[in-house]
Structures are given as C-alpha cells and as structure tokens.
C-alpha cells in the first residue's frame, strides 16, 4: 500500500499531467471537463456509501457543497478549454493565479492576510508572470484562453472560499463527493 509521500508523489505527477492530456484529447474541451467530474463521482459513490457516517449532511452542506461544485464546474469549464486556446504553459500559469484571487477574496471578506502570505503571492505572481510572458502572442484566440484561464484560476478561489465551512464539518470524501456531483451536473447541463 502507497504511504502518504507515494499518494502525495501520485497526485502530483496526476496533476502534472492534467493539462497536458487534456490539451491533447480529441474529445471536446467541455466533455473532458464533464467526464473529469463525472468519473470522480463515481469513484467516489461506493467508497462515501461504504463508511459509517461521522456527521449528518445538513441541508446548509448540500447548499454550499453545490455551490462550491457548480464554481469547480465553472474552474473545469473555462480552464479546460483555454488549453485549446493559448498555450498548455500559460494556460497552466494563469489558472495558477488562484493563491492570488483566494487572498483578495479574503481581504474582501475582512480577514487579516499576514505579511508572508502577501510575499508568498508575490512570489508565485512573478513566476507566472514569467512563464505567462514568454507567451503572450496577442492574436485574439490566445487572449481568449488567457482569459478564460483566468477566469478558471478566480473560479477556484471561489470554490475554496465557498467550500470552507462544509470541509470543516464534513469527511473529506463526502465533501468531494457532493461538490463534484454537483460539478458534473453543472457541466451536463
């Protein structure tokens, strides 16, 4: 069985790839954002139903883990379908805006940002200002994916704002459960 470095290797080797594979499917950009959501959802279904519950979905869960999903539908979304658009590198630089979007979401709710995390944010800015730069061809068709990776990097903040409550109450899979079913639903539609 994987420790928790080989799950931790995994995930960032799967993640690694998402971009790439998702750039380079003949399957349209939505469908690879559907089936994406879809076949977590399924995955997830009979582990969630084969566990004890620990807590009880309340209705303000649903409400907010279908409120993050449909944010997670709107992140796969656009992301996805700006790798079509612009270049895989600066598609990937601009959805990584997201620490960016979640500390001035923060800000806006009247939260304390301490000084490191600004740094930190700085940081990870000019880095994708960097990858980001080297690629800015201008024609109309790259700044729509640059947009609409944007967008997706915003869409993600959202969904770790929005999400924060129930993943504090719930398990970890349930939480991922509901608000990818919720995402595939929004992405079906």
Known sequence: MLGEAGLLVLAVVGISFSAPLAAASAVPALAVAF???ATATAVLLPVVGARPRRREVTARDARTCALAGVLLAVHFGTWVPSLLLTSVATSTAL???TPLWTVL??????????????????????????????????SPRALLGD????????????????GASARARLATSTYTLLCYGAAALALLL
């Open 35 to 37: 089936w994406r959501t």
């Open 95 to 97: 959805v990584c805006t």
């Open 147 to 162: 947009a609409l990776a944007l967008l997706g990097g915003l869409a993600m903040a959202g969904y770790l704002a929005a």
């Open 105 to 138: 979401l923060a800000r806006v709710r009247g939260e304390t940002v301490a000084a490191p995390v600004w740094a930190g944010v700085a940081v990870a800015l000019a880095g994708v200002a960097i990858v980001a730069g080297l690629d800015l061809r201008g």
